[in-house]
């Protein structure tokens, strides 16, 4: 269920503050740009021509090329050295299971948005490219890659849209991203990864094998983390409505943890087998705080 868009609470004048030092770094190559310490070409606007691409919507209408449209009969727009820098692709899970919240902290989802919101704040003020994909109810939210300081409150704005909603479908919302085809760059998931990791990992491996950095950000909630339960209680899923189920938590917290331990440790080293990236945070954590701290060992990494 969507409702109105509250863009404050995303993107805070602390977490501006803390990002305002910051250089968004990549390690690898990607279409010619050097990732090691990424710094954008763009010095001011280049006229260096460097590629055509299909029109889509968002595409500003003054880098239409009218005489390569006409001959093909579809809008190109011309890409300059400036636009191909670094695009990074946000991917955010809206499932039902991204509304939990406990002891106090922000809900799974709003520190999803909060990480998001300052992921794009970083690579706009660096003049680069974010674009934002939100699984929710089966479909998929799609906002174009874009810039500048318009572009951005889009991207708060429909974050801000969302809450969790219903089902999983990060896969296929993951699937929508491949059969966009955008040109390489950085694909960044945030998910609390409560899910069948198979198909999730079908599709990441296929966007690394395009050429794509994949980053996995890893969101933990603490009640989740440590089931802190020593009683019956009834758990009630966020993922299909009306579905309960009353438990006595105390013979299940040794298993739960060793389970949830488990598939932590597996997206561990199944990122580190692809050379992915994957940050793992809990929700009573600063999302700026985090992100700087991560930013500043990917810069040690490029050095």
Known sequence: MTRSPD????????????????ELYARRTVDGTLHGIHRSRRKGVSSDFDHHQNYLPGDPLKHVDWKASARHDRLYVKRHM?????TVRLVVDGSGSMRRTSNGSPSKYLQAARLSACLAYLVVKEHDRVGLTVAVAGQTVWLPAGSGETHLVRILQTLAAHDGEATDSLDACLR??????????????VSDLMLD???VRQQLSRLHA????VLLFHLRDPGEEDFPFNRWVEFRNLEVAGARLRLDTVPLKRLYREEYQALAESWRQWTRKYGMHLLSVRTDEAMETCLSDYIFRRAEMGR
């Open 7 to 22: 863009i404050g609470k995303l993107l805070r004048p602390e977490a501006r503050e803390a990002l305002q030092h910051l």
């Open 197 to 199: 990791p198979v198909p």
């Open 176 to 189: 929508a991203v491949l059969e966009r085809n955008e040109r390489r760059g950085l694909v960044a998931v």
């Open 82 to 86: 400036e636009d191909t820098a670094l």
């Open 210 to 213: 395009q050429g794509h950095e």
